[in-house]
C-alpha cells in the first residue's frame, strides 16, 4: 500500500492508522461483494480516499453531523467520519455495501450509523451537511438530499466533466446558491457546495 504525500498532509497519526485499516477491510470485502471495480483497486488511495479526504477543507469544524446519500463503498462519508469525526449517517439500500459498512465502521471506530433503506424511505432528522458521490445527476440529487437538509445547511457533491450541464439542467427546477470548488484529484473534476436550495 502506498500512501501519498497529499494524503498524508494534515492527517494524523491516528486517523492515517484508521484509514489504513479501512483500506484494508474495503480489500478484503471487495473480493467478495465488488465495492470498487478490480482496475481501480490498486488505486483505492488515489481515486478513492484522497479525492473524499479533499472535502474536509469545506466543512466547518463546528459541523454537528453529516448524512451521505448512497454510501456504497464508504466514499465519502465514512472517510469523512473518519477523517473529521463528524458523526454520520450513511444511507445505502444494498444490503450487502451495508453490511460491510457496518463492519468498516466497526473497525475503524468511525462515528458512524448505517442505514439500509433506499434514500426516500430514509427517516432521519435533517442534516447540516448533505454529501453524495457518484451516485446520481444534481437535479436527482437535490431531490434526495432536500428533504434530509436543515435550514442553514449545505451540500458537498462532488462532480466530473458534467458538472456544468447537470447545473443547467437542475436551474429549470431548482434555485441554489453554488461555489465551485476545483478538485485536487480529478484535472476535469469540480466539488460543489450548494446551500440555499429552494425549488422553483
Known amino acids: 500500500m502506498s500512501v501519498s504525500r497529499e494524503t498524508r498532509e494534515g492527517v494524523s497519526r491516528e486517523t492515517l492508522e484508521r484509514l489504513q485499516l479501512f483500506h484494508s477491510v474495503l480489500l478484503r470485502w471487495n473480493a467478495r461483494i465488488n465495492l470498487v471495480s478490480s482496475a481501480d483497486a490498486p488505486h483505492i488511495w488515489s481515486r478513492h480516499i484522497a479525492d473524499a479526504l479533499q472535502l474536509r477543507s469545506l466543512i466547518p469544524a463546528d459541523a454537528q453531523r453529516g448524512v451521505d446519500l448512497g454510501s456504497g463503498a464508504g466514499f465519502p462519508g ?3 467520519a473518519i477523517a473529521t469525526k463528524i458523526p454520520f449517517d450513511l ?4 444490503q450487502r455495501k451495508a453490511a460491510f459498512l457496518r463492519e468498516a465502521a ?4 468511525a462515528p458512524c450509523t448505517i442505514h439500509a433503506s433506499r434514500i426516500e424511505s430514509a427517516t432521519l432528522a435533517p442534516a447540516p451537511l448533505i454529501t453524495a458521490r457518484a451516485l446520481a445527476p444534481l437535479s ?3 431531490e434526495l438530499a432536500t428533504p434530509l437538509l436543515a435550514p442553514g445547511g449545505f451540500c458537498l457533491f ?4 458534467s458538472a456544468e450541464k447537470e447545473i443547467a439542467a437542475a436551474s429549470a427546477s431548482w434555485t441554489m446558491r453554488i461555489e ?15 446551500s440555499e436550495v429552494l425549488r422553483v
Open 91 to 94: 444511507i445505502e439500500s444494498d
Open 106 to 109: 466497526r473497525i475503524t471506530c
Open 180 to 194: 465551485r470548488h476545483i478538485s485536487t484529484t480529478d484535472r476535469s473534476g469540480v466539488i460543489l457546495r450548494i
Open 140 to 142: 436527482v440529487l437535490l
Open 158 to 161: 462532488p462532480k466530473g466533466e
Open 78 to 80: 465514512l472517510v469523512l
